[in-house]
């Protein structure tokens, strides 16, 4: 019976990835069916999914909305479509105003550029609601709720303000955070706070503790099993106490396997040890000033010893943080493409319907705020990738909508099938090389 954990396993993760497909391409038809339809262009029909129709509902206007057998993709088939592709128009059916072969150039041009950025809206719109619903850290260093730690750490208390950290003042959490990762790690340091209206000195543990605040997936972190909140003790049996330790014994590992004593919060105080064994994976980073450095990582991040007090954030700030989030996706998904092209990073990068699937397993593994959040970045990948100038995809339908716009006619007819054949071709080619990278290349 030793299969049924591994057959959980992967059913949690083809279902988590369904549904974030699923999700993502609902999203992006629905751009193309409703800016078409406000265009004045009818569609036959709109398609979560392809092969045999599992449940159908016409409305009033003759659109078939439907959930087909193969849920890895959609479709929205407009009036006077010769298939789901848009590839041309039955040649049986006269164009008319209505169609998507007999409407105006912008009505066109609008429709297919709607499922790109629909999708990109999605993202803003997650990213924002994420902002909306957490709030912010406010810029006062002022303690939320401390952490859970071992019983060897000490903590500060909710509600205190940090004034100083080993004689240095802080006034923001900005500067707390700069200070904190300057020290050097020990057990203990010395805060003045403000407590309860006055100013107190208190030994406590040091601001950025080797605490696991989030875990990546697909990293060496979560095939080991380490969690969220999870406090690493020691490492190759030498004790630390700063984050920043952890950081510079991976590094030193080079990628060789590294032991890990991690601390993790149970029903008792003293909480339970675990031994845990990883080997850091090699990662290419994107760097603020362009680019990517590679490090061997085991895909942790680190946090604070309490989470720090937080505030609302209203729409505009939060409107400001969804579409500064979703174009660092776009620029660092583009840098990474072009750095892949030129060999500077490892196609491992590249990840395929495999890798996405075991993304989605793993977000989705980690709670509903990770799966939502990668359900923004995926959106904002697929949006990014259909407007790729190739035939098929939306990007090769504008490259055709702005020939003609210059040359004022449509392509030929046998132009138009090779076009999309030799695109059919190459997306069918990045596909295979995306799954043989994902099972074979970069398991």
Known sequence: ?????????????????????????????????????????????????FGPVLLARKDRRGTQWQIAALPFGGYVKFAGDADAASVGADR??????????GAPLWARAATVVAGPVFNFILSIAIFAGVVLVSGQATEEPRVGTPRALPPSYASLMT????????????????????ISGELTPSARVRYEVLRDGRAVVVEASPPLPPVVDAVQPQSAAMAAGLREGDV????????IWGFSELRMAVDAAAGAPIDLVLWRADETPEGQEIPVTLSPRRTDLPVASGGFETRYLIGVTGGMAFVPQTEA???????????????FIITSSLSGLWHMVTGAISTCNLQGPVGIAETSGAAASQGLASFIWLIAVLSTAVGLMNLFPIPVLD?????????????GRKPPEGFMRIFMTAGLSLILCLMIFAVFNDVLLCP
């Open 1 to 49: 019976m030793e299969f049924l954990p591994q057959f959980g396993s992967f059913a949690f993760t083809i279902l988590a990835f369904i549904a974030a497909i699923s999700i993502i391409v609902a999203i992006h038809e629905y751009g193309h069916y409703i800016v078409g339809r406000w265009s004045g262009i009818d569609a036959d029909v709109f398609s979560i999914g």
């Open 92 to 101: 049986a059916v006269t164009p008319a105003r209505n169609t998507m072969h």
């Open 159 to 178: 509600g205190d303000v940090v004034l100083a950290i080993n004689g240095q003042e802080v006034a923001t959490l900005s500067e707390l955070l700069q």
């Open 232 to 239: 690493i003790l020691s490492v190759n049996g030498t004790p």
């Open 313 to 327: 954030v209203g729409p505009v700030a939060a409107l400001s943080y969804g579409l500064s989030q979703t174009g």
């Open 395 to 407: 990007g090769g339908h504008l490259v055709l909508y702005a020939y003609e716009a210059v040359r």
